[in-house]
Each structure stands twice: as C-alpha cells, then as structure tokens.
C-alpha cells in the first residue's frame, strides 16, 4: 500500500532573506553604484560617473519620482526655511549677531528680524544698534527659525515671535540633527515638569516649566530665580534620557522621551552623591545652579544605564 502524505495549510509569514536585491542597495557607502539607469536625475549626495549614479556620501537613498539623493548619517545640520533653531551667539557685528547653529558656515541673526524688549514694533535707530549687547551678547543661548537659505548654505534667522528669544536656565544638549524627528511644533511642555525645545540643528534646550509665561519683556529676560531639587533632578534625568536615545541611534521626539523618562524612573539618585557634588561645587543645597554645574550634575550623579543609581 502506498505511504500517503497530507499536509496541512499553516499561514506562514514570507520573510525576505537579509541580502535580498529589494534590499541591497537602500544603504550605501561613498563609491557604490545607486543605479545604472540614466532616466534618474543626481541629487544631493550622488555623482555621474560613465553613466552610472554613484553616492558620494554614506547614507540612505531617498527617491523622489526620477529624483534620486542619499541623505547621510550623520552631517552638519544644512537648514530650510521654518525649522526651529537653538543657536548660540558667538559675535556681535553691525546690525546682525553670528549665531553657531552646528552647520557649515555660521547663522545670521539680523537686529531687523527681532522683537525689541517689549515687543513694540517699529524701525529701529542708532541707539537701537548700540545697545545690541544689552540685548544679547557673546555666548547667550536663543531659539530662534529659520527665515532664509543664502546660495552658499548660510542661514538667516529671525525671532518676531514671543515665543522666541534668549534662554535662560537649562540644560543644552548636542545630537546628530538626523536623530531629530520633524514634527509641527519643537516646543513640548513634558508632564514631568520640565519643557523641552527640539531644535531641527541637532541642540535641545531641556529648562524647567514656567507656571506664568511672562511675554511682555519680548524674549530678553531670564528667570534667576533658584530651580527646586526636584526639577534639577528631572532635567538631569532627561538629559540622560536624551543621550541614552542618542546613542542607540534612536529618534528624539516627545513621545521617545517621555517613554525612556518614565522607564528610568526605577533607577534613583542616591542622595549622598548630590550632597557630595554640591558641596564641591560650593553651593549649598538650596543655592543657585548654573548650566555648566547642571552639566557636571547630570554626568557625575546619574548612570542610569550602567546601574550606578541603586536603591
């Protein structure tokens, strides 16, 4: 009798195997081959060479129609007109300040695309130029957006919003400008009781929550007032957070940051260690902090991910 074979039909998911051709070409190295056809126009990243489309750079291929470009890994931050900025002023010149924005070229913040203080409009004078210091100076921190591209990559940005200006207390932390996710708006008020400012450069500005907004003064005050224990440590624990992200390559946006805030809340900071940093920072426990000691804080009391912090 012959040996008969029944089967069974089992819904299988069809997987494609790592080095699938679909699959093979999506990243490339600077020499690689894109594309031998010659119905696709180079664009940023790509060259010609014996009518073939070659990369130039290490990164992902993007197509656009018959467009083809690779937007690299990791670059400096090249600019479009509406992304929001954080900058820090690096000279003062006549009617504009230099802002480093992480990009190739220095930013340029005009005095004509500024609120005054106050927020009154109107054309400004000589005096207005020369008290441009007392506006802001060398190494004040702002957020600001992009108005402009020049030809050669510079940017030019403006602060006519309320909501834009000088910074005050906070924390400044540098990623990769490709780590940061596009979103409608770069300012989030977080649950934990800080805010954070995402700027499409690659810095984010991590400060505490403000209860009242004061918009009167038009982006040029800061608020010295002392920050409570309990906000330091949630801007310490964001910026980990935030770094932690970082270096898993992982997107930052709001929703990634409350997700790993709220994961490392398991881990505490034992409290000896923050007397023991105060102490010799020489403030006392209720003093003042500024943000390079927020800086020395956030890496000498916290090492969430190696499991220093443990109750």
Not at 274 to 280: N, P
């Amino acid at each position: 009798m012959a040996a008969v074979t029944m089967r069974l039909p089992v819904a299988r998911k069809v997987v494609a195997p790592s080095g699938s051709r679909g699959e093979e070409k999506h990243l490339v190295a600077p020499g690689d081959t894109i594309t031998t056809d010659t119905g696709y126009m180079r664009g940023h990243g790509t060259y010609v060479d014996e009518e073939k489309l070659i990369a130039s750079v290490a990164g992902a291929v993007e197509r656009v129609n018959k467009l083809v470009c690779v937007k690299a890994l990791k670059t400096r931050y090249n600019g479009e007109v509406g992304d929001i900025v954080v900058g820090r002023i690096t000279e003062v010149q006549q009617k504009r300040w230099k802002v480093e924005t992480n990009s190739r070229l220095d930013s340029v913040l005009l005095l004509s695309s500024m609120n005054l203080p106050g927020g009154e409009l109107r054309r400004r004078s000589a005096e207005d130029e020369l008290a441009m210091r007392d506006y802001l100076q060398e190494g004040d921190l702002i957020s600001a957006e992009v108005q402009s591209v020049f030809s050669d990559g510079a940017v030019s940005l403006h602060t006519r919003s309320l909501k834009y200006g000088k910074l005050g207390q906070g924390v400044l932390v540098q990623v990769s400008p490709s780590l940061v996710k596009r979103q409608k708006t770069h300012f989030h008020d977080l649950p934990c009781g800080a805010s954070v400012i995402l700027g499409n450069n690659g810095f984010i500005w991590i400060y505490p929550t403000t209860e009242q907004k004061d918009e009167e003064a038009g982006g040029f005050t800061t608020n010295l007032e002392p920050v409570p224990l309990s906000d330091r440590e949630v801007i310490s624990r964001l910026r980990n957070c935030i770094v932690a992200l970082a270096t898993q390559k992982m997107m930052l946006f709001d929703t990634s940051i409350l997700y790993c805030y709220e994961a490392s809340l398991s881990h505490q900071v034992q409290k000896p260690v923050l007397y023991t940093l105060f102490h010799t920072l020489g403030r006392d426990w209720k003093g003042c902090i500024s943000c390079c000691e927020v800086n020395k804080l956030c890496g000498t009391a916290f090492y969430l991910s190696k499991g220093f912090c443990s109750e």
